[in-house]
Each structure stands twice: as structure tokens, then as C-alpha cells.
């Protein structure tokens, strides 16, 4: 059976998706979201070569949905998985959107007319959507979908619709595929806020996420790219705090990886929109191994970002202005100091995709003890796992980037072809997926 599943539409299930499919090969997608992209998204900018993020994965969402051996299904979820390397039964469970895909066109008039208004989740909370809605502007596929949850069933929408694609009787449903191989690349997600509550987030309204920065500097999110902080004024001196969740004892011990140069970037984007901008960054150790990253560090530098040896020790809010004060200890004189600043940035650690261990399960994968998938071998199958014909891709076996997840899912995508061109044969002894587990 020489077609092949991803499980996730991150960068790295798209890459892999048109590796495989440009290898000649039936591809299928799911994605358990509304659209493929994942968090690459939601980026503003991309590391270490500050390119527009969207610019770059646009072209790659829209060549996964054109290309003529992928199929990208959305909103929906791998339920279970059967049989062995080569030909595997997998039951895909779909999650109704209440518009019908085949006639919507994605016109946007049903938005338009929609009066329910709620927080939208792809901008953190910070912009409004409608009950009926797409991800974000370049959402692939560019169909609409009803948030039950929050729709009053007005009607509005159906009233405007001239193509009779609203369809509130929908049903979730299941679909069948035969494949011959799957590759695993389901991400991650980070840590909540709160993982040091001395940091004040969720307490003080100007402490935010990395992941809620990355959307108030895009030019595509709530504030439009302005420097406005939450509270609704412009911010100049912004402080980044790193290991929010890595490599603590109570938290996660591990590294995340990407933080350190990922808060670089982001306080560059800061002093590229503010000449008068003073950014700080609070480090245990900067570590800066890929490639031109070491770069970026020290122009950085060079350029009047300041780095401060040591996580501070608690941030407090100033009841006048609302701005964080930051406690830290200056280890060079072994003084305790405090700075204001407009703005505190939290980069948090991180983790497993909440569906993450669930698709282990389904797969019977082994995981380490983090939850992240296990590779067969780390020196000698990296992208392999202890099921045969099932593969990994980028960070579902540990935190990535956006380029070595992208040179993961392509090596995925070779292995694959490579076992559909040895006629699918568990020849190396990996075993098979168990049956009905789940």
C-alpha cells in the first residue's frame, strides 16, 4: 500500500507531506486544527535570518493544498490504527465545521453578519473573532468554520450565504484510509504562563508569553505591529526573562532549545520598530549552537541589547503606571537591583503536544520520560521508531526549531519513500502496531 499519513500540518508535516508526495506517493494530512501551518504561523519574524515567518510558509500551505497527491484533512484526529508496516487501517475521526467545504468559497460575507463576538485564540485572547471564522488571513484551507460552543444559531449567516454552505446539521463522522506508512509530526506546545508564578503573569496585565508577543509585534495581530502593550500603551523598554519552565526541577530539566535566540529575535523586532527602545535580556547561559546564531547574538549586542547573567528573582507590578519592576541580583557587583520596564517577556519551555501522547498510544510508540516520542536509535535511526513503517518529524521527539524541523520531516519523507521502494518489508525486525490499541 504505497500511500503514506502525516499526523500534524505543522512546517514539518507539510514538508514531509510534499517530500513524499513529490517522491510520486498518495500523501495524507490531518490536522486536528481548523488549518494547516501550526505555530509558524502565528510568527512574526523567523530566526536567525529575520525573514517574514508567513512569507516563507504560505507557499508551502498552498502547494500542500494544490499539489495532486496531498490531501489535507482538517479539524480532525487519527482514532485508531491497525495491521502492519506496509499496510496500515487507520480510522480518522472528523469534527463537523458546519460549513459545507465543497461550496464555500471563503468569501468572508457570513463573518460580516455574524453578531456573536468572543476573544480570538490564534491572537492569545488579545484581538476578537466571530462564531463563524477562519484561523488566521491565510488559513489553508481558506473555509470558514462555526464555533458551536458560541454560535446563537441566528441564522444571520445562512440568510447571507448565496452558495447554501452553512450546514448547522452536521455531525462528526469517521473515515477509513489504508496506508502503507505514517509519519509522526504532531509538535509541541509551551508551558502555561504561570510556570514561575513569581513572574507575575496572569497577576500583572503587562507580563506576557513569548508566543503572546510574537502576535502583538506581527503586523497581522491585534495591535497591527505597533508597539502597544495590553493595557493599551505604547511600550520602549521591554525585559525578556528566559528558562521560564526549562531546565527546572519543577518544571521541565530539560533544555527547550529555541528560547534564547527566539528572545533575541524578538527584541530585535522591538529596536527595529523603536530607535529610543531598551531591551534587556535575563539568561541563565546564552546558547547559540545553530547556524548563524552566534551571529545574531553578538550584533545584537553590538547594537545595545543588553544581556543580564541571571533570572531575576520576582517581578513586580508599579500601582501608578502599571509597568513590571524587575528584581534581579547584578552578579557582577552582588547587588540585589530592580529595573521598569514597559513590558516583560516570559520565554517559556517546551513541551509535548497535548494530543502527543494519545497518538503514541494509538501507534504503540514508546516515549521517553518527558513525553516526547522515542527514536529506535538516536546515533542511527533518529527518525525511526520502535514500530516499523512509523516515522518522526521535528519536535514530536524533542524541542526543534524551524529549520532542523524542517530537515527532519524531509529526512522522514526520504526514509519513507525509501521503505516504499523496498516493497514495504519489516526487514529490520521493528515491530508492528498493536491491534485496537488505543
Same mark, same amino acid.
Not at 477562519?134 to 468554520?145: D, L
Not at 529610543?276 to 547594537?303: H, I, P, Q, T, W
Not at 526520504?414 to 516493497?423: H, K, W, Y
Given at each position: ?98 460549513? !459545507?467545504?465543497? #461550496? $464555500?468559497?471563503? @468569501? =468572508?460575507? &457570513?463573518?460580516? /453578519? +455574524? ?31 462555526? !464555533?458551536?460552543? #458560541? $454560535?446563537?444559531? @441566528? =441564522?444571520? &449567516?445562512?440568510? /447571507? +450565504? ?31 504562563? !504561570? ?6 503573569? =496572569?497577576?500583572?496585565?503587562? /507580563? ?231
Amino acid at each position: 500500500m504505497k500511500s503514506a499519513l502525516v499526523i500534524g500540518g505543522g512546517v514539518g508535516g507539510v514538508q514531509a507531506a510534499l517530500d513524499i508526495a513529490e517522491g510520486g506517493y498518495q500523501t495524507f494530512v490531518v490536522e486536528s486544527t481548523y488549518s494547516i501551518g501550526g505555530i509558524m504561523a502565528a510568527l512574526d519574524k523567523t530566526f536567525p535570518t529575520m525573514d517574514c515567518s508567513i512569507c516563507i510558509l504560505g507557499p508551502k500551505l498552498v502547494d500542500a493544498s494544490k499539489h495532486k497527491n496531498i490531501e489535507l484533512i482538517t479539524a480532525a484526529e487519527v482514532k485508531s490504527v491497525e495491521g502492519v508496516p506496509g499496510d496500515f487501517k487507520v480510522t480518522i475521526e472528523m469534527s463537523p465545521r458546519y460549513v !459545507d467545504m465543497t #461550496v $464555500c468559497n471563503g @468569501c =468572508g460575507a &457570513c463573518v460580516d /453578519v +455574524c453578531p456573536v463576538v468572543v476573544p480570538n485564540e490564534w491572537d492569545m485572547n488579545l484581538k476578537p473573532r466571530k462564531a463563524i471564522h477562519t484561523m488566521f488571513a491565510q488559513s489553508v484551507p481558506m473555509r470558514f468554520a462555526i !464555533d458551536k460552543d #458560541v $454560535c446563537i444559531e @441566528c =441564522g444571520m &449567516c445562512m440568510h /447571507v +450565504c448565496g452558495l447554501n454552505a452553512i450546514d448547522l446539521s452536521q455531525e462528526p463522522g469517521t473515515r477509513e484510509l489504508e496506508v502503507g506508512a505514517i509519519v509522526v509530526a504532531a509538535g509541541v506546545t509551551t508551558v502555561k504562563g !504561570d510556570a514561575k508564578e513569581q513572574y507575575g503573569y =496572569g497577576i500583572h496585565e503587562n /507580563v506576557v508569553t513569548n508566543m503572546e508577543f510574537e502576535r502583538i509585534i506581527c503586523a497581522s495581530g491585534p495591535t497591527g505591529g505597533d508597539l502597544i502593550r495590553p493595557d493599551g500603551k505604547p511600550y520602549h523598554r521591554v525585559a525578556f526573562i528566559q528558562c521560564v519552565g526549562s531546565r527546572d526541577t519543577k518544571c521541565h530539566e530539560y533544555c527547550s532549545m529555541y528560547c534564547c535566540i527566539a528572545s533575541i529575535k524578538e527584541g530585535r523586532l522591538v529596536m527595529e520598530h523603536s530607535d529610543d527602545s531598551e531591551v534587556s535580556v535575563f539568561y541563565n547561559d546564552m546558547r547559540a549552537s545553530g547556524k548563524g546564531f552566534e551571529e545574531l547574538y553578538v550584533r545584537s549586542e553590538e547594537e545595545g541589547m543588553r544581556f543580564v547573567k541571571g533570572l531575576p528573582s520576582e517581578v513586580r507590578e508599579n500601582p501608578t503606571n502599571k509597568n513590571p519592576i524587575v528584581v534581579y541580583e547584578d552578579t557582577t557587583t552582588g547587588t540585589q537591583k530592580e529595573l521598569e520596564v514597559d513590558l516583560v517577556v516570559l520565554a517559556l519551555a517546551l513541551e509535548p503536544s497535548p494530543g502527543l501522547e494519545r497518538i503514541a498510544g494509538v501507534l504503540g510508540l514508546e516515549c521517553d520520560e518527558y513525553g516526547f516520542v522515542k527514536e529506535r536509535e538516536l546515533q542511527n535511526s533518529p527518525l525511526e521508531t520502535n514500530v516499523g513503517g512509523v516515522f518522526i518529524a521535528g519536535a514530536c521527539s524533542g524541542p526543534r526549531d524551524i529549520p532542523e524541523t524542517v530537515s527532519e520531516a524531509s529526512g522522514a519523507a526520504s526514509r519513507v519513500c525509501a521503505f516504499f521502494e523496498q516493497a514495504g518489508t519489516d526487514s529490520d525486525g521493528a515491530r508492528r502496531v498493536p491491534r485496537n490499541r488505543e
